[in-house]
């Protein structure tokens, strides 16, 4: 979109840039003359430099940044300002120098790819209208114990992902730290390394669905997740599980409909 001037769309409510072209990859500033509107979309756009006029943005109720992710986006810390956001869907590939405070951002109901190595896990304490949650997490000045204690209070969450693209995680006993306490959590998604599964009174009593991936574990998770009593759907994905052995004991898993195995390279037996 070279030339693009947003100069004479001051009352626009709802804007649509996904996959569009920009000059330089970058947005225009006058997009911070747009003052009422609601509804942006970035999604796919060719976007590497966000201008800081956007704080003017106050009313947008949904963002979505999920550019194109072939190089980082460099974006000033202009979030905070937009506090009636309900929908905020971040960028996968940040700048290394970015830094976001979220704290102000107390209405969101989905939050995605929120960042532990760019934001504060503390500023999602706040966020207690949050449905839906997913977490990019390195161990970057953040454990997982922190982690968990950040959406302690999170009482409507009813979807979370937790994920580590690079595997650059490497915790040791800090599994122990994990402990979900969302009660109303339905959907966990975990993608981070962690070779043995946590105890079952870790998780959410009435988790319904849980899919594993990445996770390199050791022992046989089986054991911790048939006694998860809800679970109606369990998908053991892409080297999730690096055991040679699994057994499904004649009283476990009492309400499973769906079970997906994939790439399970190393199984060899799956006694049920």
Known sequence: ??????????????LD???????????????????????LSLYLANV???????????????LNLCVDARSSIYMPNFLKE???????????????????????????????????????????????RLKALSISFNGKGCTMETLSSSLSGLSHLET??????????APTNDEEGFFL?????????????????PDAQRFPSYLTSITLSG?????????????LL?????????KSFCGRRMVCSGGGFPKLHKLHMWHLDELEDWIV
């Open 17 to 39: 840039l996904s996959r569009a072209e920009f000059e330089g990859g970058k947005l225009p500033s006058s997009i911070g003359r747009l003052i009422h509107l609601r509804y």
């Open 1 to 14: 979109a070279p030339g693009l001037r947003f100069t004479r769309l001051k009352l626009m409510r709802v």
């Open 82 to 128: 937009m506090r009636l956001l309900t929908n905020l869907f971040l960028p996968l590939m940040i700048h290394d120098k970015v830094k976001m405070e979220l704290g102000n951002l107390v209405n969101l109901e989905t939050l995605e790819n929120f960042s532990t190595e760019h934001g504060s896990v503390r500023d999602l304490q706040g966020m207690t």
């Open 215 to 227: 996770c390199c574990m050791e022992e046989d998770p089986m054991q911790i997740l048939e006694k």
């Open 181 to 197: 306490d969302c009660m109303n959590l339905k959907q966990l998604k975990l993608s981070i390394y962690m070779p043995r599964l």
């Open 160 to 169: 979370l992902t937790i994920y580590d693209d690079y595997k650059l995680y």
């Open 48 to 62: 590497t430099h966000l201008p800081s006029s956007m704080r003017n943005l106050k009313m947008l109720l949904y």
């Open 230 to 238: 809800h679970l109606y759907e369990v998908s053991l994905l892409n």
